[in-house]
């Protein structure tokens, strides 16, 4: 024996159904914003601050105070580059 829904029913599997299907359009908006901010270099200057930090290190004999200080580089220059990006209007906030 089949049970026939009633049209609340109906309405109420509409309706999630809807629902579902704007949230999925929402993620994948939100994710091609995402990937189109994604373009900074950024990150680049923090692994190259450590990489050059290290090599100061080892040149100067202390790794681990070259590996800190080129951190601190790194991320300076990452700061300071988005900070500069922002100030040109380059950025679409």
Known sequence: MFIIPSNRERAKKEETSNLIENTMEEKNETKKEAKEDDDSPGGLFIAAG?????????????????LFIGLGIGFALSASYEIFRIHKGKNKQ
């Open 50 to 66: 450590v990489l050059g930090g290290m090599g100061f290190g080892f040149l100067f004999g202390n790794l681990l105070a070259g």
